[in-house]
């Protein structure tokens, strides 16, 4: 058999996580965050119309923020309990502010979702407006909640 190495994310305790952003690794000048948006193994996880709707809209409006031209990639967890960001040249309060700017926007937006159709969306007939609206204020509420965070895992 191979000798497999165990990726970093499965070194992190799961049972104590919730819901919060965290720095998941750093490779070089790219940062990675963990927008948990969900306590790990429970019942409460994001249902896939959710997850799918806001990332459409964080991924639109983190790459057009102040951070926008160090925003590598955002998108969902497979464990559908939060997202991945990864930024290059990345401070923890500009990200934070950045991040939280786009869910006010979410919240906020009128019309329809960015990516809404056919041809730029593989699946476009699961997007809502209201869940991502929904989602964004209960995330934003989370980081709210807290003066400072210290973007470490638990």
């Known amino acids: 058999m191979e000798n497999i190495e165990r990726i970093a994310s499965f070194s992190v305790d799961h049972t104590t996580l919730t819901p919060g952003i965290y ?24 249902d896939n119309m959710t997850m799918h709707s806001l990332e459409h809209m964080l991924a639109t409006y983190l790459r057009n923020s102040a951070i926008a031209k160090d925003v590598l990639y955002f998108g969902p967890m497979g464990c559908q309990t939060g997202f991945y960001l990864l930024v290059r040249n990345a401070q923890n309060d500009r990200v934070l502010s950045a991040l939280k700017d786009a869910l006010r926007k979410t919240v906020a937006h009128e019309g329809e979702i960015f990516g809404c159709s056919a041809v730029e969306c593989g699946n476009y007939r699961t997007l809502s407006l209201a869940a991502a609206k929904k989602e964004a204020e209960a995330y934003l509420a989370v980081l709210e909640q807290k003066e400072e965070w210290s973007f470490c895992y638990v």
Do not use: C, I
Not at 23 to 46: A, E, F, H, I, K
């Open 23 to 46: 720095v998941s690794r750093v490779d070089g000048d790219v940062v990675t965050y963990d927008l948990r948006t969900r306590t790990p193994n429970t019942p409460d996880l994001m």
